[in-house]
């Protein structure tokens, strides 16, 4: 739906896709290593399989059965389902099912859920990043910057979990730059102890540009893309 008077889905998309690439310009990176993830939390499944039509083939929910309704319908499409909300231990086995990528572990008990001996050996691991929490607020997600190396350490024994890096979410207050570094030097300090783990998922619709120039490498946007959110349902 478009927002009126502004440019339709089609050209919501371009632009965001086109912010991309400046930002990665100007970061001295290439796009082509950046992953757009479009946030679709209460838009229909008619609107992401018009933007799976546009090209879009990641898609990012945090309600989880909202989030399996959309997988189910849209089944047909060879779609990437990430999973970016706060995850309940009771939901963990139920969002394996369908998501490919988990971007909030933030806790031992949550990763310990998640293990499955058949999904390591057939191959098929799930994608999950460590979620750390960039605030002093204690009821925020995600671990606390001094944890995510122990986190991330625990991880690498859960079979059937691929650690992929860090996710936060900049908080509400201060420059989110300064946080993106913060999640970067957090990122740097996983990637000593498991190399291969270094992917960024940082970055909405506000504030992408500024995860981009401090590495970010999974951008989570909606409405930029979606425009206005529908009321929940």
């Known amino acids: 739906m478009p927002n ?55 898609f990012g929910e945090s309600r989880h059965q909202e989030a399996r309704e959309k ?10 389902w990430h999973f970016i909300g706060q995850l309940q231990s009771k939901k963990a086995r139920q969002v394996a099912e369908y998501a490919s990528i988990i971007h909030s572990v933030d806790r031992a008990s949550l990763a310990d859920l998640l293990a499955s ?15 750390v929490n960039l ?32 996710m936060a979410v900049a908080p509400n207050e201060g420059e989110p730059r300064a946080a ?13 102890s498991v190399p291969r783990a270094s992917a960024i998922s940082a970055g909405m619709s506000n504030d992408f540009a500024a995860a981009i120039a401090e590495g970010a490498t999974h951008l989570r946007i909606g409405s930029a893309i979606t425009g206005i959110r529908p009321a929940r349902g």
């Not at 993106?180 to 000593?192: K, W």
């Open 4 to 58: 009126e008077g502004g440019p339709d889905l089609a050209g919501r998309l371009a632009l965001v896709r086109a912010s991309i690439a400046e930002a990665a310009g100007a970061a001295g990176r290439n796009v082509d290593d950046l992953t757009l993830i479009a946030v679709t939390k209460f838009h229909d499944a008619a609107l992401l399989r018009e933007l799976a039509a546009l090209g879009v083939t990641d």
């Open 71 to 80: 997988a189910r319908e849209l089944a047909d499409l060879d779609l990437t």
């Open 117 to 131: 001996e058949e999904r390591e050996a057939n191959g098929t691991p799930i994608g999950c990043f460590v979620q």
């Open 135 to 166: 605030t002093p607020d204690p009821d925020r997600g995600g671990v606390r910057p001094e944890d995510a190396v122990a986190l991330a350490e625990h991880l690498e024994t859960i079979p059937g979990l691929d650690l992929r890096g860090v």
């Open 180 to 192: 993106f570094a913060l999640l970067r030097s957090i990122s740097d300090a996983v990637r000593a």
